[in-house]
Structures are given as structure tokens and as C-alpha cells.
């Protein structure tokens, strides 16, 4: 599968659900909004069970399974793990962004779908999701990297509605992403597991 055929698949399965993940990305952005000035630890903080959440929304979208904004609070229900995955992530990115920023977008991509193994393998913690993204996404930072560039345009547009699309953009990117990250599964694994986290 190539990234429009990931697009595609996201657009298809958000019909009639593009209301309410816009909704629940507007009340995401609001709260990231609200705390950044009060405190960046705040940020910190629910960064990750957030993106658990947003993680979990997209597969119900995917899945055509009901969800509302009460579900992006599912992350906190991991939230140690959520927590520590976030903060650890962005620590090692900005270490090897250090170095230069091509190897800090590599880690980056290379941590991608650590959210996604986290969430649907509930007795693995967050060293093990982390590394069974670096397994998963051998081979697979490029075409992620394609999938992520053809949402430009989309971006570009973005800025002219002063961010406003966006509300719609974010979904629309996370369920490809959530689509790319089920493609992959399917083509190393079949399905990532606690079990499997280091053969896949």
C-alpha cells in the first residue's frame, strides 16, 4: 500500500465521524492550549496518556466503533506507562537531535507506532513498546515519512483558514497513521505482542 491508499482508507472510514473527531481534536488542542502557559510539566504530563487516547479514537474510527470525547481520556487509564513512554520518546529525540536533525527525525519515526503496540498489548510496558516500534518500523520510516509529506498540502491549506482545517487534518492524519501502523503489523507480524515484541 502507497500513502494515498492510506488516505483513502482514512477517508473512507471517517464518513460520517468527521464531526466528532474533530470535536475531540479541538478539545485536545484546548487543553495542551490551556496548560502550555501555566506549565511546561503540565504538558509533559498528559502529553502521552493523551496520545494513547488519540491512538485509541483513531483504531475506533477505523473500526467503525462509537466513540466521543470522553475517549481521549482513555490514555489515562495507562497512564504510568503513557507517561514514561512519552517523556522517555521525546528525551531520546532531542538527544539525537543534538547530534544533527536528520538522526532526531530518525528516532522520531523510529518511535511512531510505539503508542499504537502500547494500546492494544495491555501487560507490555513502555521499554518494550518502544523497542517493538523500532523493530516494527525497520524498513517503514520512509514510507511513513511519503505518508506525512502528502498531508502538505492539506497543511498548506490549514494556514489560509488560520488553523481552523486543521481540526479536521489531525484526524485525518491520525487515522491514516493508525491504518499505515495495521498495514505494517499485517505484513511483518500478523500482530505485535508483548510476546513477539522482539521478533517482530
Given amino acids: 500500500m502507497f500513502a494515498k491508499d492510506f488516505r483513502n482508507v482514512a477517508w473512507n472510514a471517517l464518513s460520517g465521524k468527521w464531526g466528532r473527531f474533530a470535536l475531540v481534536t479541538l478539545v485536545y488542542e484546548l487543553i495542551l492550549g490551556a496548560c ?9 504530563v498528559i502529553g502521552g496518556p493523551f496520545l494513547l487516547g488519540m491512538a485509541g479514537i483513531a483504531f ?30 521525546n528525551l531520546f529525540i532531542f538527544l539525537w537531535s543534538l547530534l544533527f536533525i536528520i538522526p532526531g527525525i530518525i528516532k522520531y519515526y523510529e518511535y511512531s507506532m510505539s503508542y499504537y503496540i502500547l494500546l492494544e498489548n495491555p501487560d507490555m510496558k513502555h521499554r518494550e513498546a518502544r523497542l517493538a516500534s523500532m523493530k516494527l518500523m525497520e524498513g517503514n520510516k520512509g514510507r ?14 490549514s494556514a489560509f483558514t488560520f488553523g481552523i482545517l486543521l481540526l479536521w487534518v489531525v484526524p485525518y492524519m491520525e487515522t491514516a497513521q493508525a491504518a499505515f501502523y495495521r498495514e505494517i503489523c499485517r505484513e511483518k507480524t500478523g500482530k505485535i505482542s508483548a510476546q513477539a515484541s522482539v521478533e517482530c
Fill in 36 to 44: 502550555a502557559p501555566v506549565s511546561n510539566i503540565a504538558t509533559l
Fill in 60 to 89: 475506533n474510527v477505523l473500526d467503525d466503533v462509537n466513540f466521543d470525547v470522553n475517549n481521549l481520556f482513555d490514555g489515562f487509564k495507562r497512564f504510568s506507562d503513557a507517561l514514561v513512554l512519552y517523556v522517555v520518546n
Fill in 144 to 157: 511513513l515519512f511519503c505518508l506525512h509529506l502528502s498531508f502538505i498540502g492539506w497543511f498548506i491549506l
